[in-house]
């Protein structure tokens, strides 16, 4: 199992950016799936964006083209910039790593508040 520290989270202005960082450790970072995932007290856990080993990325609808995920190898960093945040975004955002015959891993989670 990696273990993932994220980082970035605050409070922000409605339309506003912030970016989140989540440092690995542990792993072979390369071969791990990471994924940003989005809690709610009360909801369940959400994905919000995923970029595979192999580099391609998928979005929730309701983040495409606002949201972007990208990965840095050299570094076992994976980011989540987030732009024209809506008070709706306001969660505790989850890193997680996922490498397929591997128990997944979890960070301990940043809080994102976004005001009107």
């Known amino acids: 199992q990696v273990h993932l520290v994220e980082s970035g989270g605050g409070l922000v202005q409605s339309g506003g950016s912030l970016r989140l960082s989540c440092a690995a450790s542990?792993?072979?970072?390369?071969?791990?799936?990471m994924a940003w995932y989005r809690q709610v007290p009360g909801n369940k856990r959400e994905l919000v964006a995923i970029v595979t080993s192999g580099g391609s990325t998928h979005y929730a609808g309701s983040v495409e083209g606002r949201f972007t995920i990208s990965r840095e190898n050299t570094t076992n960093t994976v980011y989540l910039q987030m732009n024209s945040l809506r008070p709706e975004d306001t969660a505790v955002y989850f890193c997680y790593a996922n490498r397929i015959g591997r128990p997944p891993s979890w960070g301990q989670g940043t809080q994102v508040t976004v005001s009107s």
């Open positions: 542990g792993g072979t970072f390369s071969f791990h799936s």
